[in-house]
């Protein structure tokens, strides 16, 4: 019997290469605190990514929550709808109120042609989300920010490694934020990063994850316990070795469902964006029903059958969760709740089999009428 084909599945290393990495840890005894291992991973990570500096975190929404709150923000922060919860709780536990922008229907990114509408005096900041590792419009973006003055946190959790025009993802904005959730491309197992090229933001961030203590003897403010542990950032370490080749095997398997969808009416495909080196995270079909003959959960039922779990990422949209019940007004992204009805994300993995990327094909041509 096949086995489950799941969304995704964790890279890791082999089991000798991580306890090779880890066996020092036991001489040490050295776990957590910033030791060794967090030192080179955050070091290595800065090379990897082409960033200024980058402060890893415990897991990226604790790396987005206090970005927030190491930018002392007050009023409003502009974002979209379209995204994991993660984004729009991270402003709202900042006591932030979040504003929903509609998404762009072919990237699913936050739409800048209607940003500056929504920019009132208020408005302390853009929160923009790269979505399926689509990029925003960073330069768009960028100058609406500094027409208004206000700061920019990208939430890059899908676009690990990536790099636009040659430059690093994390290099936009005033900072942005990495997941490296077991789920995603790259994985500490838990954990996250802010990328930034503030030093006194990086000195509050420092200070944000470890309950504000500035040194032995001093706590300068109220933080958190947001800091990555050793065992963490020695797996992190392990998969940056093998990352290329990750992302390499990803993108043959994001090849091949491409060349057995393209062309085919009722199913958009993730378009290409110029200057954008991809990392392959995910493969979303949108599918509309009226020209393809089934629905996105009528696909959804005929995979499960055979054991196979695509999944509706990203539905509902964060302004229509139950938390908010009647706070936000879904109409006012209609497009961003258009897609979230439609959309399904295929299993995508670097050792996902290519028979079984054909068998997952051939159920959803099967749904055709």
């Not at 990495?21 to 040490?28: F, G, K, P, S």
């Not at 989300?129 to 208004?148: F, L, P, T």
């Not at 470890?210 to 003897?217: D, K, S, T």
């Amino acid at each position: 019997m096949a086995e489950s084909i799941l969304v995704t599945r964790p890279s890791i290393p082999s089991l000798d290469e991580y306890i090779d990495e880890i066996r020092d840890l036991w001489e040490t005894r050295w776990l957590t605190n910033m030791g060794a291992k967090h030192q080179a991973l955050e070091s290595q990570l800065a090379d990897y990514l082409g960033t200024e500096n980058v402060v890893l975190f415990v897991n990226g929404h604790m790396a987005l929550e206090l970005a927030l709150q190491a930018m002392n923000l007050n009023g409003e922060v502009i974002t979209t709808p379209y995204t994991f919860a993660s984004t729009t709780h991270a402003i709202v536990r900042n006591g932030l109120t979040p504003v929903f922008c509609d998404i762009d229907p072919m990237t699913f990114t936050i739409d800048p042609a209607k940003i500056e509408r929504l920019i009132t005096d208020r408005t302390c900041a853009i929160l923009p989300v790269h979505v399926y590792g689509n990029i925003c419009d960073v330069e768009e973006i960028a100058r609406i920010a500094r027409k208004y003055d206000l700061k920019v946190i990208y939430d890059a959790a899908h676009a690990f490694g990536e790099t636009y025009n040659g430059k690093g993802i994390g290099c936009f904005g005033d900072a942005s934020m990495f997941s490296f959730h077991s789920t995603k491309v790259y994985n500490t197992i838990e954990g996250g990063c802010v990328c930034h090229n503030n030093a006194a933001l990086g000195e509050a961030l420092q200070d944000l994850k470890n309950f504000g203590i500035h040194g032995y003897e001093e706590v300068y403010g109220v933080g958190a316990n947001a800091k990555m542990n050793e065992f963490c950032a020695a797996m992190g370490l392990c998969n940056l070795r093998h990352i290329d080749e990750e992302i390499h095997q990803r993108g043959l398997r994001f090849e091949r469902y491409y060349e057995r969808f393209e062309g085919i009416e009722g199913l958009q495909l993730k378009q290409p964006q110029p200057g954008v080196k991809y990392n392959y995270s995910y493969f979303p079909l949108v599918i509309e029903e009226s020209l393809y003959g089934s629905s996105r959960n009528e696909i959804q039922d005929v995979l499960a059958l055979h054991d196979i779990n695509a999944r509706k990422y990203f539905y509902p949209i964060t302004s229509a969760f139950d938390c908010f019940h009647r706070r936000f007004d879904v109409l006012k992204t209609p497009v961003a709740l258009h897609v979230s009805k439609r959309v399904l994300t295929l299993p995508l993995y670097a050792d996902l089999p290519m028979d079984r990327v054909d068998q997952i094909c051939d159920l959803i041509l099967s749904c055709r009428k």
